[in-house]
């Protein structure tokens, strides 16, 4: 049985997503954020750096979303959602599963530079926001020729990269005004039965079962 630490609001809840595809049984250990919006101390006794999220396996504690979605995938799944080398798409698949830790890097330079009081944050604050711009029109421009990120089929890939157009702008008000492949590629995501039973559990508004 595995069992997935769940930090509030956080990028934990795509593994919940992750295992209602596999349709794989799980246990979530809910954790609360502090006053000060941090991970409590039984969450650092879990990762050092409170990363979430982060899985039990036996013995086996594993942080870090893209390792831990291709190690249920391949160890539990059968390599479901996942692309083979040796297919078309597997550049692609590659890239894409990479894709959310890239747009988290700029949230997190901006989400700083506001705390700090900056305006616009300088030099530093422009190229967080040109970098973030430039990867959803990427991301734009590939859907428009694409039906998922990595080919015919939803993917892993889409599955890392959901995170930034679901329970992101959910939390950081990210538009994605004048983006009409991703406003279509959102509402493909959004309508899959697992999204919505996921982020009933664990989704940005979910609160901790009684």
């Known amino acids: ?18 295992m209602e595809e596999l349709g794989l049984p799980y246990t979530l250990e809910w954790h609360d954020r502090g006053p000060d ?5 039984e969450y650092l006794a879990l990762h050092p750096a409170a990363m979430a999220p ?12 893209t390792a831990i979605v291709q190690y249920l995938a391949h160890k539990y799944g059968g390599g479901r959602l996942t692309v083979a080398p040796n297919t078309p798409h597997y550049a692609d698949y590659l890239y894409w599963l990479q894709f959310n ?14 705390a700090a009081g900056g305006h616009d944050g300088g030099i530093i604050g422009k190229m967080a926001q040109r970098r973030s711009d430039g990867l959803f029109r990427q991301m734009d421009q590939h859907l428009a020729s694409h039906a998922w990120l990595a ?9 890392m990269s959901g995170f930034a157009l679901t329970t992101l702008p959910a939390v950081s008000g990210q538009k994605l005004d004048g983006l009409p492949n991703l406003q279509r590629y959102v509402q493909q995501l959004t309508a899959r039965p697992a999204w919505q039973k996921a982020m009933s559990i664990a989704g940005p508004q979910a609160r901790r079962p009684a």
Do not use: Y
């Not at 049985?1 to 992750?18: A, F, K, N, Y």
């Not at 982060?54 to 979303?65: C, F, H, R, W, Y």
């Not at 080919?151 to 599955?159: I, K, T, V």
């Open 37 to 41: 919006r941090l991970a409590p101390p």
């Open 151 to 159: 080919g015919d089929e939803f993917s892993l890939a889409d599955l």
């Open 101 to 114: 830790n890239n747009i988290m890097s700029g949230f997190f330079v901006k989400s700083a530079l506001k």
């Open 54 to 65: 982060v899985i039990q396996d036996g013995d086996v504690v594993l942080a870090e979303s």
């Open 1 to 18: 049985m595995i069992t997935i630490h769940h930090l509030g609001v956080s990028q934990s809840d795509r593994i919940v997503w992750l």
